[in-house]
């Protein structure tokens, strides 16, 4: 038994247990990147999660939906590798904040996404795996037995077939191991912002790159994409202009206060349907959620094993490895998204992206002529 609240257009916001489930469908992937970024860099775990409990709420009653609100996993991936600096991927997630706000206010998504086919979309999306993947595994080495616990906790989420919640297991389990160190929970004020991490000093010719990586994924999956499935799966009519707005906005506001590049995301949007969610509500709790482990969970995310994050982050690059690969409507685009993900990989993901989208008009132009 739950509460139901009315709300705009005659829509209701609701608490029931679904919603709480479908709660869980967004901070699959959220919770563990946005840990392993806070553990492996000087960011804030508490300022970034208040980010997200904040516009998880916003744009969740804005919509009227289960919008999902991720990090931009491009981005993240490249701090975690450690290709681009703490720094340098706040001040690419600013830029595209502009790039974003100026394509949906003027309302020209579309004429970009001509130029950046489904292959390329999931080429980067392939490549970010793969350096997820690289980077996971030689977290993990760090520590074998603690690697392989995790590894042994994801094999059973595997078996009792709950793969999709294998990565949020093995995380609730370094939890734990990491609060029995700590040994105790401490409310702890976020500070305003990360002091020193966000500059225009920062800019470089690294900061370009990983902003073009990020882009491909940006508009073929938090806009393109989010904007399809909330009109199949909650009926509501969001165009992906208006995603690539507030992305944008939220973005200008967060980062330079401390918060982690943003956006929205058709796999987020899917999984709270999947689990349940059907309101704004879901966002809600969530954005509840975010907040509390921010205010009481400080001094575990500092604890936490960085071997247990490598086989997370590992799982992560998979289960995007798989989402790339099987994704596509054609199957003649594989060659060209395995050799944009490869590239990503062994030089990096912007001249990758550049590259792809070369090859992309290049293989369509018979096709259009």
């Known amino acids: 038994m739950g509460v139901s609240f009315p709300y705009g257009d005659e829509l209701a916001v609701d608490f029931e247990w679904h919603e709480f489930t479908g709660a869980v469908g967004d901070s699959v992937t959220v919770l563990p990147i946005v840990v392993a970024v806070a553990r492996l860099t000087d960011l804030s775990l508490a300022v970034v999660l208040v980010w997200f409990g904040v516009f998880q709420v916003v744009w969740g009653l804005y919509y009227a939906a289960p919008l999902s609100v991720e990090p931009m996993k491009a981005l993240a991936a490249l701090v975690l ?175 330079p206060l401390g918060g982690f590049p943003m956006c929205h995301g058709s796999g987020g949007v899917a999984g709270k349907y999947a689990f349940g969610a059907r309101t704004a509500g879901a966002n809600v709790i969530l954005g509840v959620g975010y907040v509390v482990v921010a205010l009481f969970a400080a001094d575990v995310v500092a604890a936490y094993p960085v071997a247990m994050l490598g086989v997370i982050l590992a799982i992560i690059g998979l289960q995007l490895a798989r989402t790339s690969l099987t994704s596509l409507s054609r199957a003649d685009g594989y060659p060209l998204v395995v050799a944009i993900g490869v590239v990503g990989v062994a030089v990096n993901l912007g001249v990758a992206f550049v590259g792809g989208v070369a090859a992309w008009l290049v293989w369509e132009r018979p096709s259009r002529t």
């Open 81 to 255: 590798a450690e290709t681009v600096t703490a720094g340098e991927a706040l001040l690419a997630g600013f830029g595209l904040g502009v790039v974003l706000l100026a394509i949906g206010r003027t309302r020209s998504l579309g004429r970009v996404s001509r130029y950046i086919g489904a292959p390329v979309v999931r080429g980067v999306q392939f490549g970010v795996a793969l350096v997820l993947l690289s980077t996971g595994l030689e977290l993990g080495a760090g520590d074998l037995p603690l690697a392989g616990l995790a590894v042994a906790v994801a094999a059973v989420a595997l078996l009792t077939r709950r793969s999709n919640v294998s990565a949020l297991a093995v995380l609730a389990v370094g939890g734990a191991v990491a609060f029995s160190d700590v040994g105790h929970l401490s409310l702890a004020v976020p500070p305003v912002r990360d002091a020193g991490l966000f500059s225009f000093g920062n800019l470089s010719f690294a900061v370009v790159e990983a902003a073009v990586a990020q882009l491909a994924m940006t508009v073929g999956n938090a806009a393109l994409a989010t904007s399809v499935l909330l009109a199949d799966y909650f009926d509501r009519d969001v165009s992906a202009d208006e995603l690539a707005t507030s992305m944008g906005a939220m973005n200008l506001l967060a980062v």
